[in-house]
């Protein structure tokens, strides 16, 4: 499976965008770029996912760079509740999915 | 709408007791996996199972054993309970197309086992 790196941890303000980036240069033609996110104490949740056009959706939006080796996950206006690890994950076919170390987002009020 | 049901939720066993984590789904998912997350890190697969009566091994296997006789259930059994083995267990499910990557997996609340 292709590998990601994520930044260990990043702070946001409350109420601000957040950007979390993830590089994949191994990335294969069919491998789609998933994230999930990891509130304390709870399971993985899904987040959002995407092949090479950006995406968005009601909880944030990925942008895919043109080469896709690196994508990133954009928190448009954090709020407490968006303290937690998110994981940027590549999954080609099949459904494993091969957790990384993630990035733990801080957000202050 | 309950998704993805772990129990129990809380486990403490003892050195070579062997116990069962139950996991079930009630989405019709014809993928299931089990991962362990030790503190601080990231979640490791386990096992996963494609369909019913259909298993295979993950990244962390060792000491492990799963079936999947329907589609709803895939129980995880830890043969001989070993310290090593205090973790957090999440079962997870999904749909399954075969050669496509995009499905969406649901992770239950987790079971979290101490071994003394």
């Known amino acids: 499976d292709a590998k990601t790196t994520q930044p260990n941890s990043m702070e946001s303000n409350e109420e601000e965008p957040v950007h979390l980036p993830c590089n994949h240069s191994t990335i294969s033609g069919t491998d789609y770029i998933h994230w999930y996110r990891q509130l304390p104490s709870q399971g993985p949740e899904y987040v959002i996912h995407g092949l090479t056009s950006n995406v968005n959706n009601r909880m944030a939006s990925l942008a895919i760079a043109e080469d896709r080796k690196s994508s990133t996950l954009i928190l448009h206006r954090a709020t407490l509740r968006d303290a937690a690890v998110y994981y940027c994950?590549?999954?080609?076919?099949?459904?494993?999915?091969?957790f990384g170390g993630g990035t733990r987002v801080l957000v202050k009020p | 709408n309950a998704g993805v049901t772990q129990t129990p939720k809380f486990q403490v066993l003892k050195t070579g007791q062997s116990m069962t984590l139950q996991c079930a789904q009630d989405m019709n998912h014809e993928y299931m996996s089990w991962y362990r997350q030790d503190p601080g890190m990231g979640l490791r697969l386990i096992h996963y199972s494609v369909g019913a009566g259909i298993t295979d091994q993950g990244e962390v296997p060792n000491g492990y054993n799963v079936s999947r006789s329907t589609t709803e259930d895939f129980p995880l059994r830890l043969l001989s309970a070993a310290p090593s083995q205090t973790s957090v267990y999440f079962c997870?499910?999904?749909?399954?197309?075969?050669?496509?990557?995009?499905?969406?997996?649901?992770f239950g609340a987790g079971t979290r086992l101490s071994v003394l």
């Open positions: 994950i590549l999954i080609d076919a099949g459904n494993k999915l091969t």
């Open positions: 997870a499910s999904s749909g399954f197309n075969q050669g496509n990557g995009k499905n969406i997996q649901y």
